[in-house]
């Protein structure tokens, strides 16, 4: 069974940035992503962006594109998640999660395809406030 840990949330001032991190173990990685879901208190989960395991493809939502970055890191087991010019609705826990390629893309789409993610980290609070 693998183990997703994240790091790295905190508060920021808006216009700020950010970077959260997720360590992955015990993953077959194969066709799969590494993806970035978060939540807010009241709201829907969004998911927000992924990076492939093979050929680290990166997808976004609409919501986070030209503001938000994944990379992977030089330990391929690193994910992390750059966050620029941060907005209060930007405020959330940030979940890293294990799924398919095709599962996520549908996520991001809006597809509430929550079933097919199959391993979630226990989150990460970012707080976008002055």
């Known amino acids: 069974q693998g183990q997703l840990v994240e790091s790295g949330g905190g508060l920021v001032q808006p216009g700020g940035s950010l970077r959260v991190s997720c360590e992955a173990s015990g993953f077959s990685m194969g066709l799969n992503v590494i993806g970035w879901v978060r939540q807010a208190p009241g709201k829907e989960r969004e998911a927000v962006s992924c990076?492939?395991?093979?050929?680290?493809?990166?997808y976004y939502a609409d919501s986070v594109k030209g503001r938000f970055t994944v990379t992977r890191g030089n330990a391929r087991n690193t994910v992390y998640l750059q966050m620029n010019s941060l907005k209060p609705e930007d405020t959330a826990i940030y979940y890293c999660?294990?799924?398919?390629?095709?599962?996520?893309?549908?996520?991001?789409?809006?597809?509430?395809?929550?079933?097919?993610?199959?391993?979630w980290g226990q989150g990460t609070q970012v707080t976008v406030s002055s």
């Open positions: 990076i492939t395991n093979d050929d680290d493809k990166t």
């Open positions: 999660t294990f799924a398919t390629e095709v599962a996520f893309r549908a996520l991001i789409r809006g597809r509430p395809l929550w079933h097919l993610v199959t391993s």
